[in-house]
């Protein structure tokens, strides 16, 4: 196949958020429809540059690149893992991409995922990054997506490491996760850069988006 810009980009998603889903891809991709960005993924996946896998029950395929797509990019060939167990954080990340992207006007050329944000830091003691970050103007922001407890030492930890490197601090939580919900407000005086948005509002956000562009 005849590659060309898009096509490139994709991929360079693909490696930098380890997979995506084909939603997600049509966004990145600025696809005109769901249909039209799935041609395009059959056409890569069957030059050999990426491919697919069900990783959990009742989730769509994960899209992720192969060793030619590495290859390609000239990034590591080591094919990145895609744990069952993340699955649902990994996608909600990529899904408030999407929702920071339209609600902030950013484009993706203004953010850093968590995997950059190691790349970054290079070899040595890996230290805590947030999921991704970006730059608003002049500012910069971080965002936590957090489905799942932590102990209130290590969240506070993150709290104060992402205050002293960041101007604002979002944090993304389902309406279910209360407890952490209360440590991060119970921090916001100490910590005032902090903002918790519900995961809820993210996802509803971004669905009512897909629905008006289909």
């Known amino acids: ?38 041609r395009r993924l059959r056409l890569l996946r069957e030059a050999g540059y990426i491919d697919r896998k069900r990783i959990l029950y009742g989730v769509p395929s994960a899209y992720f690149l192969t060793y030619k797509g590495k290859a390609l990019l000239g990034v590591s060939k080591r094919l990145d893992k895609i744990k069952v167990e993340q699955i649902t954080h990994d996608i909600a ?30 070899f040595g003691f890996r230290r805590h990054r947030p999921d991704f970050v970006f730059r608003r103007g ?19 930890e993150n709290l104060k490491q992402n205050f002293d490197e960041y101007d604002f601090q979002r944090w993304i939580v389902p309406n279910s996760q209360i407890k952490i919900t209360e440590v991060l407000q119970q921090n916001s005086d100490m910590f005032p850069n902090i903002e918790i948005i519900k995961l ?8 009512s988006y897909g629905k008006s562009e289909s």
Do not use: N
């Not at 990340?93 to 970054?120: C, N, R």
């Not at 809820?200 to 971004?206: A, F, I, L, M």
């Open 138 to 156: 002049e500012k910069s922001y971080c965002v936590e997506v957090e489905l799942s407890p932590k102990t209130k030492g290590k969240l506070e």
């Open 200 to 207: 809820e509002e993210v996802e509803d956000y971004v669905r």
């Open 1 to 38: 196949m005849r590659l060309v810009v898009r096509d490139y980009e994709i991929l360079q998603e693909l490696d930098r958020w380890r997979f995506c889903l084909s939603r997600h891809i049509k966004f990145f991709g600025g696809f005109g429809s769901q249909s039209a960005c799935d």
């Open 93 to 122: 990340v990529l899904d408030t991409v999407i929702y920071f992207m339209l609600s902030q006007k950013i484009t993706l050329s203004a953010i850093l995922s968590e995997k950059q944000l190691h790349g970054l830091d290079g």
